[in-house]
């Protein structure tokens, strides 16, 4: 009989933020996948869970597919758990589990923390309409251009940010959405547990310590490029708080023509003045 794969949340911060099912998931399996043993070692412990623990990461998840499926082809019930939360958000694991179901074996998710819906429901914006965004990626034209997708939606947004990238991405992250209420949540359900309220116009300066997530209000001045002009079009992102190289650039994608004509197009209304 073949085996079945439990897809268990564990705590985000505070290790009492696990659910019963879950540590009876743990005791009942026989394998945990885990990304850093030594690190899932430490919620072990504390509820004397002991069991065969193996690496999964973002580095051999392609590689460990085929001994995962033999285990579950012996028999063996395997956990997946992620370094803190729900895994597959913002971690590994969708290639597994995809390529599990493919081959019609059993997977169940054993629900529990995600520090992007904790922060939601914290922060006082808006939680009937939302888009996880989590990690931007690349340079900061990549991330940029990954926020484009992003700036138009009326919905919160939430933003996963890393401590080493913090102070830029949010500078990104303002630059490209312009002034609009956000709440940066920051070591979740710990001892230490801070919220730094802002708008994206004003960012204040923060030292970063641990792994931050920024929840962002939905696009609220949404524009009509078919009824103004393009420099009243430039003009509007300039008042959302973006400078006016960066809304060179949007204005020119929002309308589908390059930089050069925009640029162009308020040269000769200035010259007409």
Request: charged share 25%; aromatic share 8%.
């Amino acid at each position: 009989m073949r085996g079945k794969l439990y897809i268990v949340a564990t705590p985000i911060g505070n290790l009492k933020d696990i659910t019963f099912r879950a540590i009876e998931v743990l005791r009942y399996v026989d394998i945990i996948i885990c990304e850093n043993p030594l690190h899932s070692l430490k919620l072990l412990n504390e509820y004397e869970i002991k069991k065969n623990l193996q690496p999964f990461h973002k580095f051999n998840e392609k590689a460990s597919i085929n001994k995962i499926i033999n285990w579950l082809e012996e028999g063996k019930n395997i956990a997946l758990i992620s370094d803190a939360g729900t895994p597959l958000i913002s971690d590994p694991g969708y290639i597994l589990i995809s390529t599990l179901r493919d081959e019609g074996f059993e997977v169940t998710p054993v629900p529990g923390a995600c520090a992007g819906i904790n922060a939601l429901i914290a922060s006082g914006l808006n939680t009937e309409k939302f888009c996880f965004v989590g990690f931007l990626h690349g340079n900061k034209s990549k991330k940029t251009e990954e926020l484009n997708k992003y700036k138009e939606l009326e919905c919160t947004l939430i933003f996963y940010l890393a401590p080493h990238n913090l102070n830029e991405d949010l500078m990104i992250i303002a630059n490209c959405l312009g002034k609009r209420k956000a709440v940066l949540c920051n070591e979740l359900t710990k001892i230490h547990e801070k919220y730094f309220e802002f708008d994206l116009s004003n960012i204040p300066t923060i030292e970063p310590r641990g792994e931050y997530v920024l929840v962002v209000e939905g696009c609220n001045n949404k524009i009509d490029y078919a009824n103004i002009s393009i420099e009243e079009h430039l003009q509007k992102y300039v008042e959302m708080g973006i400078d006016e190289k960066t809304a060179l650039k949007m204005v020119a994608k929002d309308r589908g023509v390059s930089k050069s004509v925009i640029y162009k197009s308020i040269i000769d209304k200035k010259h007409e003045k």
